[in-house]
């Protein structure tokens, strides 16, 4: 499932509040002798309380800085904490010791998953790009890859920041951006086909940035307005969009995003890295300026 970050961090503002609402829930997940949907039957005595002395101990995997008993508790739905906490029971049913229990958690599928998506770069994978859109100049040193929706709210947002990073390194970085057009978005994907036809008449980002600045009041009227503005041949757009043509590249963008792992809008990879830290040129222009010194070459940031 796609999904915009604007939802995540919503939710985060809705939850936390009500658990700091509940001070009582900060320590019972210390004494607690059952935790929400972790099975302790089958258990003895003596496992049931390694068990819990585990969950206690243990960190969960999901960025949340709590215990896995602690997230259990006070963030029943996590998956994280509950794959892990079914994990400690197998483990203490089949005899591990504490220790054991430990370094199976560790080298589990799922914490090293968790940790290579806490690295700031990913390693690197091969993304097509053939036919995208770009902007910079061709033998940049540093590509990067904007998987991104018209109508996302933190699209529009990273907008000035990648301008800012082109215009810090006019020769060393380029834009290829690829269409993610998010099911939850109800215009998002008509003005990935405006933008695509928009480029097919050489005007694919000033339509790119008409559309990002009406993100949040797109229409199918608007979107016509908009491709008027940027001086479109309003016939021959009306009829490429009628024509259905560009569903075929909006659906290869979304699957070359889906098996780069591509999750939310707007997702950024550098040099082929996914970057998993904020938008801002703060962030990223030390990013950059790595990739350019392991490539021999030296940063002349404006």
């Not at 949340?64 to 963030?75: G, I, K, L, S, T």
């Not at 695509?196 to 979107?223: P, T, V």
């Not at 021959?236 to 259905?244: L, M």
Request: some cysteine; hydrophobic content about 40%.
């Amino acid at each position: 499932m796609r999904f915009c970050w604007a939802l995540v961090l919503c939710a985060v503002a809705f939850v936390l509040p009500a658990l700091a609402q509940n001070p009582a829930s900060e320590t019972v997940w210390l004494t607690a002798k059952e935790l929400p949907q972790v099975d302790l039957s089958g258990l003895t005595p003596e496992q049931k309380t390694l068990a819990l002395k585990a969950l206690r101990k243990e960190s969960c995997t999901c960025g949340c800085q709590m215990r896995v008993a602690q997230c259990r508790v006070e963030d029943p739905s996590c998956g994280d904490s509950k794959t892990l906490a079914s994990t400690v029971v197998a483990a203490v049913k089949d005899g591990k010791s504490a220790d054991q229990i430990h370094t199976f958690l560790e080298k589990s599928s799922l914490a090293k998953m968790r940790a290579e998506q806490n690295r700031i770069l990913s390693d690197p994978i091969q993304i097509p790009v053939a036919g995208s859109p770009v902007r910079g100049p061709h033998n940049a040193r540093i590509t990067l890859i904007e998987f991104s929706d018209f109508e996302c709210p933190y699209c529009s947002r990273a907008i000035s920041t990648i301008a800012g990073l082109l215009h810090a390194y006019p020769n060393d970085a380029k834009l290829i951006y690829k269409e993610f057009p998010l099911e939850l978005h109800p215009h998002a994907r008509m003005a990935a086909a405006a933008a695509l036809a928009a480029a097919d008449q050489g005007k694919f980002w000033e339509m790119h940035d008409k559309l990002f600045a009406n993100y949040n009041r797109l229409s199918q009227e608007r979107i016509n307005e908009l491709a008027q503005e940027a001086g479109l041949d309003m016939e021959r757009f009306r009829k490429d969009i009628a024509s259905g043509k560009y569903e075929t590249h909006i659906e290869r963008d979304i699957n070359d995003g889906q098996q780069a792992g591509v999750q939310g809008t707007p997702t950024l990879f550098v040099n082929g890295k996914r970057y998993n830290g904020p938008i801002s040129e703060g962030a990223l222009k030390p990013i950059l300026e790595a990739e350019l010194k392991s490539s021999g070459q030296v940063a002349q940031a404006r």
